[in-house]
């Protein structure tokens, strides 16, 4: 049994934050009602990776990946019948996942107002990149702006060259996974209460809040009054030789902060005269930009000639942090992640065999499964909608 069976949600999300949003909760056995324009379906089937060939609509890697196990409807939702069947629709399902804004619900009778007043069980989850209550200048936010809005930008990188700009964060859709990841718990929250209430509930999710809440202890240390406030980017500079390292495979990183990890680090390198020069408690209380820059001459040095996954493991068993910097193909040839069948093999009726990842925690009774890949654009309009017409529950 799924952990979310005989949960409907009803999707209308056309970004990256609504879809996975609305696959976490599927590959966790809620049934998924995509709704997708009819003239070319939502935005994410044209964003890349994409295969050379086949159908546009298709040839996406990141919406087989957002998609799996849903059903796809297409409703003109610009016109009054397509709004009509969307209502008839929400007589039947348990959540909305919505990533649209304020004037697209109000557009589609689904402002939070009516939708209490219509379908008072229902649970509305909508993402946006400042919340319902956007201002006009916050319309166009993208991901991007998000991440910088946010303040993360501070960290990227850490110890920043000042003269050059703040990079744009880990991977493409940062503020969206991690948005929608809060929206899906939240989605199952609301679900439990409403076992109790009987009522729904709207979830107004912002994502530039969600990423305020990953910051990390500097942002703690100044709320709590344990560090000066400061809006300038080297108050998150943490200091210390942490940094990446090219390998001679590829790229590791260091994280060194205490007492321990210099001694591991000693054990590591067969204690080489040059480390006699610092104290063993400097990286605490004498963590100086000459001492830093040697330390990082030396480990770069030492570590174009070694393999980073053995350097790697070597390191973490004296406990030192050292991690490899994976790639896609060093991740599906991880030992570990092989052993907790992290991913999942599906086969696309366009693309053909996929590997998909799954997710990062295992539910002994309710796992989360992928028993279906992302539909094709309409596939399942007609036997929903006839469904619907049935007055099927």
Known sequence: MSALQGIRVLELAEQVSGEYCGKLLSDFGAEIIKIERPDGGSPTRYLGPVA?????????????YLNTNKHSVTLDLTSADGVQTLHKL?????????????????????????????????????ITPFGL???????AATDLTVFHSSGWGFHTPSAPDLSRPPLKGAG??????EAALDAALCVVAALCERQTS?????????????????????????????MPVSDERTAFDLAGPAAIYATADGFVYIWMSAPAHWQALGTLLGNPEWMNDFP????????????????????????AGEEKAAISAAAQKLGLIMVPVNNAGDLQACEQFIYRQYFAEVEHPRLGKLVHPTVPYRMSETPASIHSPAPLLGQHTATTLAALAGGEQ
Do not use: N
Not at 54 to 59: H, K, L, M, V
Not at 91 to 120: N, T
Not at 133 to 139: D, F, G, I, R, S
Not at 198 to 226: F, H, K
């Open 172 to 177: 493409r859709f940062m503020a969206s996974y």
């Open 133 to 139: 209550q956007e201002t006009p200048a916050e319309l």
């Open 198 to 226: 009987q009522q729904g509930q709207l979830i107004d999710i912002s994502m530039q809040a969600v990423l305020v809440t990953r910051t990390d202890y500097v942002m703690g240390q100044m709320v709590a009054g344990d």
């Open 90 to 126: 929400l007589d039947k399902v348990d959540v909305v996942v919505a990533d649209q804004r304020l004037d697209w619900l109000q557009a589609a009778g689904l402002e939070p107002e009516a939708v209490a007043a219509r379908w008072p069980a229902l649970v509305l989850c909508c």
């Open 52 to 64: 050379e060939a086949g159908d546009d609509a298709e040839r996406s890697g990141l919406f087989a």
């Open 280 to 303: 063993g408690d400097w990286l605490e209380k004498g963590c100086t930009p000459e001492r830093v820059e040697v330390v990082r001459g030396h480990l770069a040095t030492w570590l």
